[in-house]
């Protein structure tokens, strides 16, 4: 029983990170950051999806849930491109890897500017 209320607080937090990704789809590159000028508007949305996963997972992380029960709880959700599935787990791997106790917008921020620097290094 206590195992299905720990997933219902993480379908919330899902339901959440979907309305956001959702709006990251909509966000234009004026808007997301100064970097994004010299990148195109798909790279600038995952970036900003990838760190509203990144925050998610860190949350997850902080509040004791395992990294396991991380990812079971995302399969429920319908990826809207092929890549985000190995996505999730990649940034949810490098979270859970490092143990950190920074707060959430810190990783966010953090992982917004390497996912930005990795792609126009390319």
């Not at 890549?83 to 490092?98: G, K, V």
Request: charged letters at 15%; glycine letters at 6%.
């Amino acid at each position: 029983m206590r195992k299905s209320t720990k997933v219902n607080k993480i379908g919330v937090g899902l339901f959440s990170l979907w309305c956001m990704a959702a709006n990251a789809q909509q966000t234009t590159l004026s808007q997301a950051s100064p970097l994004t000028g010299v990148m195109n508007e798909s790279v600038a949305a995952r970036c900003a999806w990838g760190k509203g996963i990144a925050g998610l997972a860190q949350e997850k992380m902080l509040a004791g849930i395992s990294r396991r029960e991380f990812l079971v709880s995302l399969d429920q959700l319908h990826y809207s491109r092929a890549w985000m599935p190995r996505m999730t787990q990649a940034i949810a791997d490098n979270i859970y890897r490092s143990s950190s106790t920074s707060s959430s917008s810190i990783v966010q921020e953090r992982y917004l500017n390497d996912c930005q620097q990795y792609y126009l290094a390319k």
